[in-house]
Nanobody
């Protein structure tokens, strides 16, 4: 199994930046992709960004393109989501996830393991 722990969430003003981390442990060598999802109150869980664990291909939902950057450090078994130019609508609980059997990147059902989430709140 793979265990995932998110960190780095917090309160930030609109226009500011925040970097989320996702520390993976266990059988990290089985990871194919790492993705970030978010869920705001009353809304469905939404795909944010994804990256191939042993490659450099990245994928973003349209609403964050140009503002968010996903990356990973395989030696540290850690993924990152750098969030710049944050907007009020970015407020959500952010989750990282990994898949071991690749499927559609933007589909939450493709992912096998999930972290507990970290709260990101963007204020005016």
């Amino acid at each position: 199994q793979v265990q995932l722990v998110e960190s780095g969430g917090g309160l930030v003003q609109a226009g500011g930046s925040l970097r989320l981390s996702c520390a993976a442990s266990g059988r990290t060598f089985t990871i194919a992709h790492m993705g970030w999802f978010r869920q705001a109150p009353g809304k469905e869980r939404e795909f944010v960004a994804g990256i191939r664990w042993f490659g450099s291909s990245t994928f973003y939902t349209d609403s964050v393109k140009g503002r968010f950057t996903i990356s990973r450090d395989n030696d540290k078994n850690t993924g990152y989501l750098q969030m710049n130019s944050l907007k009020l609508e970015d407020t959500a609980v952010y989750y990282c996830a990994t898949d071991q059997n690749p499927g559609p990147m933007g589909d939450s059902l493709s992912y096998d393991y999930w972290g507990q989430g970290t709260q990101v709140t963007v204020s005016s």
